[in-house]
Structure formats: structure tokens, C-alpha cells
């Protein structure tokens, strides 16, 4: 177990990354099994993280709550994700 989290540990920046964008589109729709991030959720919403809540990178709950404050700031494309 201690050598799996020690290999994630050390993964690229931007697989890490990947990993908790898809975590907090996960918590943006609610936490259904059927929501879990598709890959064009992320794509819609990775800019607007970079642009608006770049501070809260890691945090997926801090990056959820940073965009749902942003809401009217969003590109309309990360705008649709949290209409579901």
C-alpha cells in the first residue's frame, strides 16, 4: 500500500492535477455514480479553474466551491456543468 501512494505521489503535475479535477466534478454533480466528470466536463471547466481558481488547486471541494461563487464568470461551456 505504502509503495501505490508513493508512486501517485510522485506521478507529473498534470496527471495529478487530472485526478482531482475529475474529483471535483464528481462533487459538483452531486457525487452520483452516473456523474462522474466525463473528459469534455473536464475540458469545459479546466480553464476557468486556471483562470478563477488557481489559489484552490488542489482542494476539489475548495476548486467546487470557488466556481459556484464564480458562477457568473464562468465560460458557458463550465457554466453547463453546474446546470446538471
Known amino acids: 500500500m505504502k ?3 508513493l508512486r501517485i ?3 507529473p503535475g ?3 492535477w487530472g485526478s482531482t479535477l475529475g474529483l471535483f ?3 459538483a454533480a452531486g457525487g452520483s455514480a452516473a456523474a462522474q ?3 469534455e466536463q473536464r475540458r469545459a471547466c479546466t480553464p476557468d ?4 481558481c488557481a489559489g484552490e488547486i488542489p482542494n476539489a471541494r475548495a476548486i467546487t466551491a470557488c ?3 464564480q458562477k457568473a ?3 458557458p461551456a463550465c457554466a453547463a456543468v453546474f446546470e446538471r
Not at 479553474?49 to 478563477?52: A, D, I, Q
Request: charged share 15%.
Open 3 to 5: 509503495s501505490h501512494l
Open 9 to 11: 505521489a510522485t506521478l
Open 14 to 16: 498534470h496527471i495529478r
Open 25 to 27: 466534478l464528481a462533487l
Open 37 to 39: 466528470g466525463t473528459p
Open 49 to 52: 479553474v486556471y483562470r478563477l
Open 67 to 69: 466556481l459556484r461563487r
Open 73 to 75: 464568470n464562468l465560460s
